[in-house]
């Protein structure tokens, strides 16, 4: 095989994929994506493994289209376009998850003022309100009656929403501080940002022209995300914030095996045979029957909390106790498939 090319970005996947290379003397070259010949600069390479952000502007703006034209040029590419055409757009995902008719919380987007309003004046509460974007639970809020619903669907349809959510983050950063999982520098630097917003949200538009909701499931005190990558997968338990109903983002987590429903492995093995994602995390809850429903998927996942899982099924639900580097797994897969080709 040629290089591999890594677009490095300091506590992303790239570290890790980095170090593998070096471990295993895997050829490779460390690029920089954004310039303006990075097309030349891949000669020698038949791999580009880019851990693109969300909440990086100039990630937001070109990775996707880079890493698709590539594919155009038979050179693989992490994450592929299966893999990242849905990546932080909750409203693509419900068009992908219903198309496969795979478990989603019933959701529901209008683009229309009118039908989102007579939607909104006969539906059943609470709903939760999500933007299309955004991580850790941030743009999500619980909507527990029709004005509350009315008045985002005026927001909505009006001058829209900031992607940075001041008060919302400002309450996150002093919930970790009382919880003892942060210093108090953190919340300052939290205050900071509630007056001098991030520079992802100053460069991007608001957020207008739709609106989505899904439908609030109650008594979940814990979700549980499912990571598939290639034939393994790995799990976590969520714990919800409290007296709150989002566990994304929480930092309570729990790695025992017991904790993990495997009917939830198991369906997020056989969605992913759907999709064909190269890494995909699959978040779940269960319904009032018991019943496991997607909340949402992506391809990332934060690096180092999932250290301390203790194992991973493979595609037979057999389990295996030992520690594991799944950024490791992903350049496995794309050398296997080279191979094969």
């Avoid at 954004?34 to 038949?46: A, E, K, P």
């Avoid at 990242?84 to 478990?103: C, M, N, S, T």
């Avoid at 919800?240 to 492995?265: H, K, L, M, T, Y």
């Amino acid at each position: 095989m040629k290089k591999i090319a890594i677009h490095h970005r300091p506590s992303s996947f790239s570290d890790r994929w980095i170090s593998y290379c070096d471990k295993k003397k895997i050829p490779y070259k460390i690029v920089n994506a954004f310039d303006n010949d990075i097309i030349q600069q891949l000669h020698d390479c038949n791999v580009l493994m880019w851990h693109h952000n969300h909440a990086i502007n100039k990630d937001t703006m070109v990775a996707k289209k880079i890493l698709f034209a590539l594919e155009h040029a038979s050179i693989r590419v992490f994450p592929d376009f299966k893999t990242g055409w849905h990546f932080d757009d909750k409203v693509a995902q419900k068009y992908l998850l219903e198309a496969i008719d795979a478990p989603l919380v019933p959701s529901y987007v209008f683009y229309d003022k009118e039908k989102a309003t007579n939607w909104a004046k006969k539906t059943n509460y609470p709903k939760v309100f999500k933007l299309r974007g955004g991580a850790g639970a941030s743009n999500v809020r619980l909507v527990k009656s029709k004005d509350e619903a009315l008045k985002l669907i005026n927001k909505a349809f009006g001058k829209g929403f900031s992607q940075y959510d001041r008060v919302a983050a400002l309450s996150e950063c002093y919930r970790k501080f009382k919880e003892k999982k942060e210093s108090f520098i953190y919340v300052l630097k939290g205050l900071v940002r509630f007056f001098i917003s991030t520079e992802f949200s100053r460069k991007k538009a608001p957020e207008r022209g739709y609106i989505y909701f899904q439908d609030f499931v109650p008594n979940n005190k814990s979700d549980l995300r499912i990571i598939i990558i290639g034939d393994k997968a790995f799990a976590v338990k969520r714990l919800v914030r409290e007296n709150d109903f989002r566990a994304s983002g929480s930092g309570a987590i729990e790695f025992d095996r017991q904790s993990i429903d495997e009917r939830c492995v198991s369906l997020a093995f056989n969605i992913n045979k759907k999709i064909n994602a190269q890494s995909v995390a699959y978040d779940f809850i269960h319904d009032k029957n018991g019943l496991p429903l997607i909340v949402e998927i992506s391809y990332g996942f934060a690096v180092k909390p999932y250290d301390k899982c203790p194992g991973y099924w493979d595609k037979h639900l057999n389990w295996h106790e030992e520690s594991f580097t799944p950024q490791e797994w992903m350049i496995e897969q794309l050398i296997n498939n080279l191979k094969k080709n």
